[in-house]
C-alpha cells in the first residue's frame, strides 16, 4: 500500500535518506549509495510506499538545477582558460570516444546506425551529482583528480546544449517538429516552425547572460541594502527558478539555464553571498534527486532480462572506464591518476535521463529500447560507488599506500605558532621558525605527504585543518601566529574565516594563489597575504635585468621600487574588487603610473651612475698625472 500525498512521499523519502545514509557511511558504502538504496527500498518495485515518484522527483531534479548553478558560479572566465586542457581537450576526447565505442558496440549488436549515435552520445555522459559527491567524500575533489573530472563533467554540460539541437535529426522518418524538453513539461515552442525555435532559443539564451550581467547586480544591491537575509536567499532561489523556467518554456534543460545563470553571475561582488544562501537547498535536493534516481530503478525489468541488463550495465562501465583511461593516458596524466578519473566516470548520468525521453518524443529511440536504456543508466549510477569503493580498497590503498597515518599527540604548552600545510611552501616557512627556537605545530591533510616528511623526522599532525576541534586541539586558542600554507583555494579562505571567528588571538598570515585569492584571503580576515610567486618572480626579474647590463645596485632600486608600488596599488584597488569593470580600468590607469615612475626612477639612477663613473674617472686621471 501506498500513499499519494505529496507530503506523505516526501516524509516516505526523508525520513528513509536519514536512516538509511548513516548506515552506509557508517559501512564506508558513501551517502550517495545511501540514498540509491532508501529510494529502491521505498519505491514501487520494492515495498512500494509511494508509489510513482510525482512531485518528488520533480524537487528531487532541481537539486540537479541547483548544482549546475553552483557550478556555474565557479567558472570564471579565468578558470575556464586555467582549465582549457581539462575541458575542451580531456572533456571532448573523452565524450567522443566513449560515444564512438559505445555507438560502435550498439551497432554490433544490429542496432540502427541513428539508435546507435544516439545512444553513444547519451550514455557517454556522466553523473555530474554522483562523481562530484563521491570525490568530495574521499578527499580527491581537488588536485590533479578532481580537476581532470571535474573539466570532462564541465564540458559534458556544455555539450548538452548541442546535444538538444543535433539528436532529433537523427529521427527515424526525420519526425522531430513536435518535440518537447522531455520530462520538464512541453515547450511553449512545440509545433512552431524550426526557425522560430532556433530563433527563441537563442533569444533565451541571451536574454539570461545580458539580464545576468546588467540587472542582476542593481538588483542585489537594491535587495543587500534592506538587510534581510532572508530575502536575498528568496531572491536568490527567484534567480535560479526563472532561469530555469524559461530554459523549460524554449525547450531547453532547466539545468543548463541555471549553469549558463551561474556562469554569468561567476564574477559578480554577490558569488559568495549566492553560493552560502543555496548550498543547504543543494544537498537536500540532491539526496532527493538519489533517493528517486534509487526508486526510479525497474526491478521489473531487471528481473524479466536479468542477464541482459546486468551485462550492459558492466559493459558500458567497463567501456567508458577503458576510454576514459586510454584518454588519460594519451593526455599525459599518471596512470594511478587516469584510472581514479575513469573509475569515477564510468557510469551514466543524470542528462541521460531527460535525453533519452527527449529522443522517444522525438522519434529517435523506440520505448522499448529506452526503457532499457533508461535501466541500465540508473543501474550503472547505483553501482558507482560500490565500484569507487572496490577501487579504493584494491587499487588505490595497495600496500596500505593510503593507510590513515597514526594520530599523533599534541604536545602539551601554547605553540608559538600553527602551520596549516606542510608542502613545498609551508615547509620552508616552518624550518625558518624552528630554527629560530619557535614552537610550532604543523598540520597536514595529505595522507601522501605525511607519509613522506614523517620519513625525514617531522613531527606532522594529520588532519584537516579548517576543523575547529582539529585547531583547538593543536592549541589555537593560545598559539600567536597561525601560517595558511594549504593547496585548497577555497578551504584556505574557509580556515582564514573561521579562524578570524572563533580564535581572535591569532594573528594570520596565508599563502594565496594569485592576487584575486589574496583579496578574498583579505576579505575574510587575514592579517598578513603573501602571494606564493611574487617574491620569487622579483628575483627572477632581478636576474634578469643584471644579465641585461643593470648595476646591482639599479637592479636592487627597481625591484625595492616595484614591491613598494605594487603594495600600494593592491591596497588601492582593494575596495573596488569583485565589480569587474571599475577594476580592470583602475589596473590599467595604476599600471601606467607605476611604469611611468618606474621608468623615470630607472633613468635618475643611471644618470647618476654615470656622473659617478665619470667623477671617479676625472679623479684616477688626477691622481696618475700627480
Known sequence: MHADSFLIQALVYLAAGVISVPIAKRLGLGSVLGYLIAGALVGPFVLDLVGEQGDVMRFGEFGVVILLFLIGLEVRPALLWEMRTSIFGLGMAQMLASAAVIGAVALGLGVDWRVATAVGLIL????????????????????????AAFGVLLFQDLAVIPLFAFLPLLAIGHQAGAVEAAGHGASVL????????????????????VGGRYLTRPMFRFIAAARLREIFTASALLL??????LMELVGLSPALGAFLAGVVLAESEFRRELETDIEPFRGLLLGLFFITVGAGLN?????????????LTVGLMAVKFLAMWGVGLAFRRGRRDAATVAVSLAQGGEFAFVLIAFVVTANVLPAEQAALATAVVALSMALTPIAF?????????RAGVLAEPEQLPFDDGAPDAIVAGFGRFGQIATRLLTAADFKVTMLESSIEQIDTIRRFGWRVHYGDATRLDLLRAAGADKAKLLLVAIDDKDKAVELVKAATEYFPNLTIIARAFDRRHAYELVRVGGDEVVRETFESALVFGKKALLRLGFSDRRAAK?????????LALFNKLAPVYGEEERYAMAVRDSRATMENLLSAEMRRLKK?????ADNDGKAKALREAS
Open 124 to 147: 557517454a555522459l556522466s553523473s555530474t551529482a554522483i562523481v562530484l559527491q563521491s570525490l568530495e567524500e574521499k578527499g580527491l575533489r581537488q588536485g590533479p583528480v578532481g580537476q
Open 558 to 566: 627597481a625591484v625595492s621600487l616595484f614591491r613598494e608600488h605594487d
Open 608 to 612: 647618476e651612475e654615470a656622473e659617478e
Open 190 to 209: 512545440a509545433g512552431q516552425p524550426e526557425w522560430v525555435r532556433i530563433l527563441a532559443t537563442f533569444g533565451a539564451v541571451v536574454g539570461v547572460v
Open 389 to 397: 569503493a572496490l577501487y579504493e580498497r584494491f587499487v588505490l590503498n
Open 240 to 245: 535560479v527558478v526563472g532561469v530555469a523556467a
Open 299 to 311: 526491478f521489473g525489468l531487471i528481473a524479466a532480462r536479468p542477464v541482459l541488463v546486468i551485462s
